[in-house]
């Protein structure tokens, strides 16, 4: 790890290509990079990792430099993102939970009364130093390249601490929705403020741009978004929006919310693989800059059908900023699956910037 060490001089930083597309300015490329870059695909990452738990891992400042930069010298993207879990700032507050192999966040006491809700501790920023002293590395590294906070959204936080972990039908947390809204609020309002604390703590350290995960809203209806996670999510984007980098907005199975996810306050929203991008960027409407959307599981397919695949999302992407979105920003439509052969993404990356 000796690569990220503090430098005494950092290397000048022009405009990102990424940080260009989202304000709609025209990029010198198209912008690439992929959720979940820093993983299970690199086999540099699987040896770095050996013999240190996920969450140990996040809290160390020169392993979470190392882990962030190793897509970027590997593939040549045009944005690091922060190596973290969406469960970070919850253990930092003190939150008893740990992430289990196989299985993801599991909470030792989950939420589910007013008085646990009360009783949620709140994040201070010394809590998260070691995320802040991982940015200020990871800014002396990277150069142009553009780099990517991270944080869960008020509504898949609040999933977790409710469910105890992973979960197919929310059961628990539609109930406490329902049945509860006042606590729900309360609820989900804390976790706004804790991710408001913890993309702070990212924003003043440096990070060019952020990305806010709202993995499981789309186990929502148009309805139950608006009213129960949208306010939340939209507090979130008005309170950072002072530090005028792009904001991006990210829901797995959200096709059908992209016109409210689009009025919560981000630059650019993520647009998963089951809708055509110029699709999407009608739902949304004009003045937001897209990010996406090449399914993970295309990657495994022959390469000229990963060609395929890429060439028409450009030009969804392309027809989508002709007719008023701000930019394109290449992406897949989730997290790079484990088994990917990291090869073919670097080639990807190459057609993207070609085209």
């Not at 993983?39 to 140990?56: D, H, K, N, Q, T």
């Not at 879990?85 to 939150?95: F, S």
């Not at 484990?338 to 670097?346: G, N, R």
Request: glycine content about 10%; proline content about 6%.
């Amino acid at each position: 790890m000796a690569a990220c060490q503090v430098m005494t001089q950092q290397h000048a930083r022009a405009l990102s290509p990424l940080v260009a597309a989202a304000r709609g300015q025209q990029p010198d490329r198209r912008p690439v990079w992929f959720m979940r870059q820093a993983g299970r695909s690199l086999p540099e990452y699987r040896e770095i990792r050996v013999g240190r738990g996920m969450l140990e891992s996040c809290f160390d400042p020169e392993l979470v430099c190392e882990i962030t930069m190793q897509p970027v010298r590997r593939h040549g993207v045009d944005a690091a993102i922060l190596f973290s879990d969406i469960v970070v700032p919850l253990k930092a507050a003190g939150v008893d939970l740990d992430i289990v192999s196989g299985v993801g966040p599991v909470i030792a006491h989950p939420i589910r009364t007013h008085a646990d809700v009360r009783a949620l501790p709140l994040l201070t920023p010394d809590a998260v130093g070691a995320v802040s002293a991982a940015v200020k590395l990871l800014k002396a590294e990277l150069g142009e390249t553009a780099l990517i906070g991270f944080a869960g959204a008020p509504f898949t936080l609040a999933s977790y601490l409710i469910e105890g972990g992973p979960s197919r039908n929310y059961e628990n947390t539609k109930a406490l929705m329902y049945g509860q809204p006042a606590i729900w609020h309360e609820l989900v309002g804390k976790l706004a403020d804790i991710t408001i604390a913890f993309l702070k703590v990212q924003l003043d350290a440096g990070v060019d741009a952020f990305q806010l995960f709202d993995s499981w809203a789309g186990a929502l209806s148009v309805a139950d978004y608006n009213a129960f996670a949208r306010p939340h999510s939209a507090r979130v984007f008005a309170e950072l929006a002072s530090y005028g980098v792009p904001r991006i907005h990210f829901g797995v199975g959200t096709g059908e919310l992209l016109h409210d996810m689009g009025t919560a306050g981000a630059d650019v929203v993520g647009v998963d693989w089951r809708i055509p991008l110029d699709d999407a960027a009608r739902r949304i409407g004009p003045g937001r800059a897209l990010q996406g959307n090449l399914d993970p599981a295309v990657l495994f397919a022959p390469w000229p059908v990963v060609e395929q695949e890429v060439r028409r999302i450009a030009a969804e992407a392309d027809r989508a900023v002709a007719a008023g979105a701000l930019g394109h920003i290449f992406n897949l439509g989730h997290g790079v699956l484990p088994a990917t052969d990291p090869t073919v993404l670097t080639r990807v990356v190459e057609l993207v910037h070609s085209l």
